[in-house]
C-alpha cells in the first residue's frame, strides 16, 4: 500500500534467497525509515511456490525486473533499483541493456557482492533437491542418467540453465547474461559494491577500467565485506553496506576509486 512518498526502491534478492531474505528485510527497514516505500521481487521460483514452466530464474533474466520498473513509475517520481550477488548482476545488466529506454523516474542502481563475470564466479549454484523436482516434473526434459552426471556448477548450467532458458550451452548463457559487459553502456548513477575478500569473486568481477571510463559507474571495492558481510562489528546486527546506500541514494556519490584499489585484484 502506498504511503504517501514520491519514491520507491525495487530490492533484488541473491542466489536462492527471496523478498523475506533478512538482508532484504534489513534494507527494507532501513529505507523506510528515510521515507522510501519499497518493493521486493521474488524472481521465479523463489516465492516458496515452484514455478510451473521449465525455466526458472537466472543471472540474466532481466525481463521481470522491468516490467515491476513500468509498473512503479506509474505512481511513483523517484525510482531506485537496488539488487544483491546474483540480482545484483541482473540489476547493473538491465542497467546497461536498457540504457537510453530506462523508466524516466529511475534515477540510482546499486548492485552489492555482484558476480559480473558470469564465467569466472561460476559456482554451485543450487542444491540437487530443485534441479531434481524440475526432473520429476518434465521428465522429457532431463533423464535420471543426465541428473547423475552433473558435478558442478558449469554442468548444471549446460544440462538445465542454458537449455532451459534459450542459450547454446553454459558458455553462452555466461557470455549472454555477464553484467560486466554492458557496463559502459550504463547511463543514470550506478554503485556496484565488491569486497576484494570476496570469495566468490574474480578479479575480473572489478571492472575498474568500465568505472574510470563511464563517470556514471562507481566502483566501491573495500579490502573486506566477503560476500554480502559488511558488518559494522562484531554483532552483526547492523551492515556498512546499508549505509553506503543510503549515502549513495541521498546523492553522495563520492567513493574514491584511488583509495579502494589499493589491492586491485589480479
Known amino acids: ?30 529505507l523506510q525509515k528515510e521515507s522510501w516505500d519499497v518493493a521486493a521481487l521474488n524472481l521465479r521460483g523463489c516465492s516458496g511456490q515452484p514455478n510451473r514452466l521449465y525455466n526458472a530464474y537466472h543471472s540474466g533474466a532481466t525481463a521481470d525486473v ?9 505512481e511513483y517520481q523517484t525510482l531506485a533499483l537496488i539488487g544483491f550477488s546474483l540480482g545484483g548482476n541482473i540489476v547493473l545488466k538491465y542497467a546497461g541493456d536498457e540504457a537510453g529506454r530506462l523508466p524516466f523516474g529511475l534515477k540510482t542502481v546499486v548492485g552489492v557482492s555482484v558476480p559480473c563475470h558470469l564465467s569466472s564466479s561460476a559456482k554451485k549454484l543450487e542444491d540437487a533437491q530443485k534441479l531434481k523436482q524440475k526432473m520429476e516434473t518434465f521428465p ?39 553484467s560486466v559487459f554492458v557496463l559502459d553502456k550504463i547511463s543514470i548513477p550506478t554503485l556496484l559494491i565488491n569486497a576484494q575478500d570476496d570469495p566468490f569473486l574474480t578479479g575480473l568481477c572489478f571492472p575498474w577500467q568500465q568505472a574510470e571510463r563511464n563517470p556514471n559507474l562507481h566502483l566501491y571495492a573495500p579490502n573486506y565485506g566477503g560476500h554480502v558481510g559488511f558488518w559494522l562489528d562484531s554483532s552483526k546486527k547492523a551492515c556498512l553496506h546499508e549505509e553506503w546506500i543510503l549515502d549513495f541514494l541521498s546523492g553522495s556519490n563520492t567513493y574514491n576509486l584511488s583509495e579502494s584499489r589499493v589491492a586491485n585484484p589480479k
Open 140 to 178: 522429457e526434459k532431463l533423464s535420471q542418467r543426465e541428473f547423475e552426471k552433473i558435478h558442478t556448477i558449469r554442468q548444471f548450467d549446460d544440462a538445465y540453465t542454458a537449455p532451459a532458458n534459450g542459450f547454446r550451452d553454459a558458455e553462452d548463457y555466461y557470455a549472454q547474461c555477464s
Open 1 to 30: 500500500m502506498r504511503s504517501g512518498n514520491s519514491g520507491c526502491a525495487l530490492l533484488v534478492h541473491g542466489l536462492e534467497g527471496a523478498a523475506y531474505s533478512s538482508y532484504i528485510l534489513a534494507l527494507a527497514k532501513l
Open 66 to 74: 522491468k516490467l515491476v520498473l513500468e509498473e512503479l513509475q506509474k
